[in-house]
């Protein structure tokens, strides 16, 4: 009997020493696995896809006409998405073309009345030196008699007329003057606001045609064929799926040694384990949730409760595994940072690697400045041969100016 309770209790014993053995062993691979491999991993599966979401809205009011996409519907840059009505905007360009060349014809005409005034000025002035020489001569044959006095009065009287005349026409260039002087017709500030004018409406009428202005998926559609829009009204949303980032919430207790450009092992609640996406690190966010929190939370007001915070990680993806396993805006992501190397940056000097999609400015259109150009020649034909009036009349001004002084009245 006593053998036999001898043998149960040594098998016991043994029992618990191998269990003893076994718990120890795995305390210590725990510990090892901990020391060497766990510890340099954080891991979070509070982690969702996000990227940017372009709002597409109408610069200008207007009818819709045709919309080109619908939800779901995959689009390239540039492609046509909402067609407005352009009737109104046609209008606004051609009353703008024709402000513009009535604005250079208006010009045209100052230029040439500068023109006009300077020969009327060569005339007072050929007038006024007739009148100063017949008033002379007039003051010599008044003591002989040969002249009265009321008609040497009447000499003095036509002198000074002429005299102020001239003055007259001297103001008058000089205020024609201070409206050209410095500028031609094409640089003139009345030409250069109608043409400002024209570009306004043309661009108007460039964006009754919405395009993308980025490469994405189709979301939110809201516009409706027949649908009056006002200018800013949201009509839909471009999200660029192929430039897609992971916001991963991490508690601020696991982020001692977490660095920009640390490598990231991702998995997607879409694809389960059998897909995994290689990351890094892009930076980490400049404050936690509840401090961008629409009511941001007062801890220095009444009773206060410790709740641990956590802060946004930005990882960026392969483009080259998005494209293959496109992800969704939203979706769910299980993350997992690897924190040997601590070497890199704790806040990020540049946060995206390539540079961001961009767009032609609507104003880039050189089909109007050379619109614009043929407009401002067409209403100049006449500018060259009004300058070779003007020229011709200052010359035949000047010849009776040289013939008069060389002429004596007996």
Request: glycine residues 6%.
């Amino acid at each position: 009997m006593n053998a036999t309770v001898e043998t149960s209790n040594g098998k016991r014993r043994r029992g618990l020493l191998i269990l003893a053995a076994v718990v120890i062993i795995v305390a210590v691979a725990c510990t090892l696995y901990w020391m060497t491999v766990a510890r340099y991993y954080e891991t979070t599966d509070d982690a969702y896809v996000a990227s940017d979401i372009v709002q597409i809205t109408s610069e200008v009011p207007g009818t819709v006409l045709a919309a080109h996409i619908d939800d779901t519907q995959t689009v390239e840059q540039g492609q046509p998405l909402v067609d407005l009505d352009p009737a109104d905007a046609r209008i606004g360009v051609s009353a703008s073309e024709a402000d513009l060349a009535r604005t250079v014809r208006q010009v045209m005409t100052l230029f040439t009345q500068a023109d006009q005034q300077r020969a009327l000025i060569a005339q007072r002035e050929i007038e006024l030196k007739r009148a100063e020489q017949d008033f002379a001569r007039r003051q010599t044959l008044v003591t002989d008699g040969a002249v009265s006095g009321e008609e040497l009065a009447h000499g003095k009287d036509a002198t000074a007329q002429q005299r102020a005349a001239l003055e007259i026409a001297r103001q008058q260039l000089q205020g024609t003057l201070v409206q050209t002087e410095g500028t031609t017709v094409e640089t003139h500030p009345d030409v250069l606001a109608a043409a400002a004018r024209l570009r306004n409406a043309a661009l108007a009428l460039h964006r009754t045609k919405i395009v993308a202005p980025v490469a994405g998926v189709i979301a939110k559609r809201s516009v409706q064929v027949g649908q009056r829009i006002a200018a800013g009204a949201p009509l839909v949303a471009v999200v660029p799926l192929d430039s897609v980032w992971i916001d991963a919430n991490f508690k601020e207790g696991q982020l001692k040694n977490v660095r920009v450009g640390q490598p990231v092992e991702l998995h997607a609640d879409l694809y389960g384990d059998d897909i995994v996406y290689a990351g890094k690190v892009a930076g980490v966010s400049a404050g936690s949730g509840s401090a961008f929190a629409l009511l941001p939370a007062q801890n220095a007001s009444g009773n206060w409760i410790k709740v641990v915070q956590r802060l946004p990680v930005r990882i960026t993806l392969d483009p080259k595994q998005v494209r293959e396993h496109p992800l969704r805006v939203g979706l769910s992501m299980h993350v997992k940072i690897d924190t040997h190397d601590t070497s890199g940056d704790l806040v990020a000097a540049q946060l995206r690697t390539a540079q961001p999609p961009t767009q032609r400015s609507d104003g880039d259109d050189p089909a109007i400045e050379t619109r614009i150009a043929s407009i401002i020649a067409e209403n100049m034909g006449s500018r060259m041969q009004a300058r070779r009036v003007g020229k011709s009349a200052q010359e035949k001004a000047a010849a009776i100016r040289t013939a008069d002084v060389g002429t004596k009245t007996p």
